[in-house]
């Protein structure tokens, strides 16, 4: 039996936690990218793919099956298909619009909620005064956990999910697993350190906060660069701070990489940073943080801003620092402290990367897939344990 995962905008960069949660449940499942272009809708539902490149992908990770789907009848064709025991459908706001589909099958129903999905009041950047998600949103979504257990990616998403009226019965917490390996990275012994931050250039991430708390520990002593690595809507704004600051010559924005990229440059490096907090327009904050776990995997000391997820993850003053959101000064504090104090930087390090080891590891991962598909009746040996 296998599990038929629906997720949307995969593979781009920013949804490679997709790739590893396939590697957590292969060869157990078939997997199925969604998107929404005008071309591929048909009666209203967004059309359901795999294309070349996502069948190298899979292939590699040992997912077997492979289809392209269009509409309501299509996908429902591949649900009914005899090997799949279970749907994993993620992003709630999908699931809600394909509610269809989940009425005519009694095949077990997964809504993987990651975030912005669960961000009742979320908004886009450029029409702040229009709500991304109709009044009927919460509504939908608790009707849609009559049929689905939601599963959320860390408590914060859940307590979301349970203020919206959902019953505590029907969500799961369930971290996303990223590779952790066997031993803690040794880091790189420098007088001037490498600080990094690796994620989209959005306002939630606070990488325009992040370039002035850097300018301002340069300031006051801290010496080594910043790499930045990542895309998005602030890309211009963050080029005019770099231009601007004196200390340019020490900062990298390096736009979109790849994972191999990412994960030379977590090994190059010394710290890991962002400025995670609330965004004023779209209300977003950061639920998990994939980014912020795989630094910690890697054994990298972790600086960022108290907010939403990362306050599970990170915990302050044992796997890193975390200071008050909108405090740059703090933040600049907090480079500085580490960027000359290479003991604390490790000890920070290494106990960053047995939390991720313990808990946000693909192995915990599976662990826990085996725990849910054993509780809505797939079976327990869905899964070889690691």
């Known amino acids: 039996m296998s599990v038929l995962v629906i997720s949307p905008n995969w593979p781009t960069a920013s949804e490679l936690w997709v790739n590893h949660m396939m590697s957590a449940l292969a060869p157990n499942a078939c997997g199925v990218a969604t998107w929404n272009p005008p071309a591929s809708r048909l009666d209203g539902v967004p059309g359901v793919g795999i294309d070349s490149r996502i069948a ?67 908004r886009l950047p450029r029409r702040p005064h229009l709500r991304v998600f109709s009044d009927r949103y919460v509504e939908k979504v608790r009707q849609l956990s009559q049929r689905a257990i939601l599963l959320a990616n860390s408590e914060f998403t859940a307590d979301r999910i349970l203020a919206a009226g959902v019953p505590p019965d029907r969500v799961i917490v369930k971290y996303l697993g990223v590779p952790v390996p066997l031993q803690c990275p ?71 990489i790849d994972a191999a990229t990412g994960d030379r440059l977590r090994r190059e490096s010394s710290i890991f940073t962002a400025h995670n907090q609330k965004c004023g327009i779209t209300n977003q904050e950061e639920a998990y943080g994939v980014s912020v776990v795989e630094a910690m995997a890697s054994g990298l000391p972790v600086v960022t801003g108290g907010n939403g997820g990362v306050r599970e993850t990170v915990l302050d003053q044992e796997t890193g620092l975390l200071f008050p959101t909108g405090d740059v000064a703090a933040h600049a504090n907090g480079l500085l402290q580490l960027s000359t104090d290479s003991d604390r930087r490790n000890r920070l390090g290494k106990s960053g990367f047995q939390r991720a080891k313990r808990l946000f590891s693909l192995q915990a991962e599976q662990a826990s897939w085996s725990a849910i598909l054993k509780r809505i009746g797939v079976g327990p040996d869905l899964f070889n344990l690691i």
């Not at 005899?82 to 009425?103: D, E, F, M, Q």
């Not at 931050?197 to 520990?217: C, M, W, Y």
């Not at 801290?222 to 770099?242: F, N, Q, T, W």
């Open 186 to 256: 040794e880091r790189p012994q420098r007088e001037e350190v490498q600080i990094l931050f690796l994620g989209r250039l959005v306002n939630f991430k606070g990488p325009e906060q992040t370039l002035r708390a850097f300018d301002l520990a340069c300031r006051n002593g801290l010496r080594g660069k910043l790499v930045m690595a990542g895309d998005g809507p602030l890309r211009d704004s963050c080029e005019r701070i770099r231009r601007e600051s004196p200390f340019a010559d020490r900062i990298e924005l390096l736009g979109s």
């Open 56 to 122: 190298t992908l899979l292939s590699a990770i040992g997912v077997p099956q492979l289809r392209r789907f269009f509409g309501h009848r299509a996908l429902l064709d591949a649900i009914q298909d005899p090997t799949v025991g279970a749907i994993c459908c993620h992003y709630t706001n999908l699931a809600t619009s394909l509610r269809k589909v989940w009425s005519r099958t009694d095949k077990p129903l997964l809504v993987h909620a990651h975030g912005y999905d669960v961000t009742w009041d979320f």
